[in-house]
């Protein structure tokens, strides 16, 4: 408590509805935050964490309204007019929303955006904005702020441009922050940077953290109270340590398990003994892009059979790119690609390899039914569009995806739904290397859990061989027998992932088990980072 006998935040009996509709979404809610703490609210997509919080901030969309009382810092914020408070808010609460590429305007440079955030008698005085912008830069860790003022969105990397969303936030010096899923877009060691840098800046301004997210690990590392959602309300509050030592929802407990980092047991699997040939091998695999540096220096892969095998390292590693020009998405500039015993040409595609990509929804063609987007592929081949179609409800009876969805547009499944649907579309020509390139980055535990327990299946049932992209550990521990760290362009260990995770031997594989979230309770120093796109975080 403050020693004005007041919580910054207090919030009672909050409720959202869609009035028009007649639909209650979340509420009645009460909790509250003491000045200088962090209270987590944690939850699925759909349970209201979201809602909630911009219900908080006064930014619910305008079909949506909100009951209830919010105070900040002792005043009250009214819920039912959002232009009333609107002045209170913005002086009083910052908001870093997850994808800081969706939050920033990409026809505005830095500086412009920077300086829209400042109070209006700050932005009148022109030499005064520069000031101000320059320090908020400083301040949260970004190197020549002065370059960075000219610079637009799309040439800083996620870390860089997360750091601007966050000065844009501290911009009116804030009492309470509002972070939604902050760094669910971010590799490892970039997430574990910007949450030091939310704390540290929490320590030094003494402002209040409301943090959203999934990610129980975060919430273990960051925050001292939690707040569990599950279908709009609250299912369970108290102190972070008393929630991991004895959880008591069912929620919560879903949560905690699914957030779990276990590294099993693996057996090498059938058809991979010595002398086998391997399914790929990548050998002296270049690429530089056009003004940038060089993403890959000569990496050379191999790929057993049947096997998984997790790449992993930092956004800008090469991880990606190797994938793309593995899968004949992009050209090599040199080097060579083996696949299946046969060379393949620059530039060529295989039906022994197929790509699962990272967002499901860009990468399905929203004007296509579900049925008619994994009976695609097929007709490509010469099916008949009777037999295509009648493949296609196998393979996604085979995913776990309900009948009942089959005949919808992409537009109208969730994002767990989705990624079904790429699964099924990708085995529906039965490769024999299946890359999938961060496959559950985007999606709440429950939906990641189900996916990787797909993946896992199709690989049992089929004998597919994995390549997994993923900035997420666990994910690799659990799914990978075999794991390679990359690291601006260059392969740096390798090995059996149990070996890699309990006995690293390179500094920077173990600099990226100590940022695994939950892993650690003290904050990891701030280190630069030079990533492909050539910023630095």
Same mark, same amino acid.
């Given at each position: 408590?403050?020693?004005?006998?007041?919580?910054?935040?207090?919030?009672?009996?909050?409720?959202?509805?869609?009035?028009?509709?007649?639909?209650?979404?979340?509420?009645?809610?009460?909790?509250?935050?003491?000045?200088?703490?962090?209270?987590?609210?944690?939850?699925?997509?759909?349970?209201?964490?979201?809602?909630?919080?911009?219900?908080?901030?006064?930014?619910?969309?305008?079909?949506?309204?909100?009951?209830?009382?919010?105070?900040?810092?002792?005043?009250?914020?009214?819920?039912?007019?959002?232009?009333?408070?609107?002045?209170?808010?913005?002086?009083?609460?910052?908001?870093?929303?997850?994808?800081?590429?969706?939050?920033?305007?990409?026809?505005?440079?830095?500086?412009?955006?920077?300086?829209?955030?400042?109070?209006?008698?700050?932005?009148? @005085?022109? +030499?005064?904005?520069?000031?101000?912008?320059?320090? =908020? /830069?400083?301040?949260? &860790?970004? *190197?020549?702020?002065? !370059? $960075?003022?000219?610079?637009?969105?799309?040439?800083?990397?996620?870390?860089?441009?997360?750091?601007?969303?966050?000065?844009?936030?501290?911009?009116?010096?804030?009492?309470?922050?509002?972070?939604?899923?902050?760094?669910?877009?971010?590799?490892?060691?970039?997430?574990?940077?910007?949450?030091?840098?939310?704390?540290?800046?929490?320590?030094?301004?003494?402002?209040?953290?409301?943090?959203?997210?999934?990610?129980?690990?975060?919430?273990?590392?960051?925050?001292?109270?939690?707040?569990?959602?599950?279908?709009?309300?609250?299912?369970?509050?108290?102190?972070?340590?008393?929630?991991?030592?004895?959880?008591?929802?069912?929620?919560?407990?879903?949560?905690?398990?699914?957030?779990?980092?276990?590294?099993?047991?693996?057996? @090498?699997? +059938?058809?991979?003994?010595?002398?086998?040939?391997? =399914? /790929?091998?990548?050998? &002296?695999? *270049?690429?530089?892009? !056009? $003004?940038?540096?060089?993403?890959?220096?000569?990496?050379?892969?191999?790929?057993?059979?049947?096997?998984?095998?997790?790449?992993?390292?930092?956004?800008?590693?090469?991880?990606?790119?190797?994938?793309?020009?593995?899968?004949?998405?992009?050209?090599?500039?040199?080097?060579?690609?083996?696949?299946?015993?046969?060379?393949?040409?620059?530039?060529?595609?295989?039906?022994?390899?197929?790509?699962?990509?990272?967002?499901?929804?860009?990468?399905?063609?929203?004007?296509?039914?579900?049925?008619?987007?994994?009976?695609?592929?097929?007709?490509?081949?010469?099916?008949?569009?009777?037999?295509?179609?009648?493949?296609?409800?196998?393979?996604?009876?085979?995913?776990?995806?309900?009948?009942?969805?089959?005949?919808?547009?992409?537009?109208?499944?969730?994002?767990?739904?989705?990624?079904?649907?790429?699964?099924?579309?990708?085995?529906?020509?039965?490769?024999?290397?299946?890359?999938?390139?961060?496959?559950?980055?985007?999606?709440?535990?429950?939906?990641?859990?189900?996916?990787?327990?797909?993946?896992?299946?199709?690989?049992?049932?089929?004998?597919?061989?994995?390549?997994?992209?993923?900035?997420?550990?666990?994910?690799?521990a659990r799914l990978c027998s075999e794991v390679v760290v990359m690291r601006a362009g260059e392969i740096v260990e390798r090995g059996p992932t149990r070996r890699i995770f309990e006995t690293p031997a390179?500094?920077?594989?173990?600099?990226?088990?100590?940022?695994?979230?939950?892993?650690?309770?003290?904050?990891?120093?701030?280190?630069?980072?030079?990533?492909?796109?050539?910023?630095t975080t």
């Amino acid at each position: 408590m403050s020693g004005s006998g007041h919580r910054l935040l207090s919030v009672a009996r909050l409720s959202v509805s869609e009035p028009r509709a007649g639909r209650m979404l979340c509420g009645p809610l009460s909790f509250g935050i003491d000045h200088g703490r962090t209270l987590g609210i944690v939850g699925e997509s759909g349970s209201g964490k979201t809602l909630t919080a911009m219900a908080v901030a006064g930014l619910l969309p305008g079909h949506l309204a909100a009951e209830g009382h919010v105070a900040l810092d002792g005043a009250t914020l009214p819920t039912g007019d959002a232009a009333a408070s609107r002045d209170l808010r913005t002086a009083y609460t910052g908001v870093v929303f997850q994808n800081p590429s969706t939050a920033l305007n990409p026809r505005l440079t830095v500086g412009a955006q920077l300086a829209e955030a400042l109070a209006p008698d700050v932005r009148r @005085d022109q +030499a005064r904005a520069v000031a101000r912008c320059l320090t =908020l /830069l400083d301040e949260v &860790g970004i *190197r020549e702020p002065e !370059r $960075k003022l000219t610079v637009w969105p799309h040439e800083l990397s996620g870390g860089i441009a997360q750091r601007v969303v966050i000065a844009m936030a501290l911009a009116r010096q804030p009492k309470l922050l509002i972070a939604d899923e902050p760094t669910t877009a971010l590799d490892v060691t970039v997430q574990a940077q910007i949450l030091d840098l939310i704390a540290g800046l929490q320590r030094r301004h003494r402002f209040g953290v409301l943090l959203i997210t999934h990610d129980m690990g975060v919430i273990r590392d960051r925050a001292d109270e939690v707040v569990v959602m599950a279908g709009g309300r609250v299912v369970e509050h108290g102190g972070t340590e008393a929630l991991f030592a004895a959880p008591r929802s069912n929620e919560a407990k879903t949560l905690l398990a699914a957030s779990e980092f276990v590294l099993p047991e693996w057996n @090498d699997p +059938a058809g991979t003994a010595p002398g086998t040939p391997p =399914l /790929l091998e990548a050998r &002296g695999v *270049r690429k530089t892009f !056009r $003004k940038g540096p060089q993403a890959l220096a000569g990496v050379d892969l191999v790929v057993r059979p049947g096997i998984s095998l997790g790449i992993v390292g930092e956004s800008g590693s090469g991880k990606s790119t190797l994938a793309r020009i593995i899968a004949g998405l992009e050209r090599a500039d040199a080097g060579a690609i083996r696949l299946d015993g046969e060379i393949r040409r620059p530039g060529t595609r295989s039906d022994l390899v197929q790509y699962v990509f990272q967002d499901p929804y860009s990468s399905l063609d929203p004007r296509l039914a579900v049925v008619d987007t994994v009976a695609e592929p097929l007709r490509a081949k010469g099916m008949r569009k009777a037999d295509a179609l009648k493949a296609a409800r196998t393979l996604l009876d085979e995913v776990g995806l309900d009948p009942s969805l089959w005949e919808r547009l992409p537009g109208r499944l969730s994002g767990g739904q989705r990624q079904r649907v790429g699964f099924a579309r990708a085995i529906a020509t039965r490769p024999k290397l299946l890359i999938a390139d961060e496959p559950v980055a985007a999606l709440d535990s429950t939906s990641r859990e189900r996916v990787l327990a797909l993946m896992q299946r199709l690989q049992a049932r089929h004998g597919t061989a994995q390549l997994l992209i993923s900035h997420d550990l666990s994910v690799v521990a659990r799914l990978c027998s075999e794991v390679v760290v990359m690291r601006a362009g260059e392969i740096v260990e390798r090995g059996p992932t149990r070996r890699i995770f309990e006995t690293p031997a390179h500094p920077y594989t173990r600099q990226l088990l100590e940022a695994v979230p939950g892993r650690r309770r003290q904050p990891a120093p701030l280190i630069e980072t030079v990533h492909a796109t050539g910023e630095t975080t």
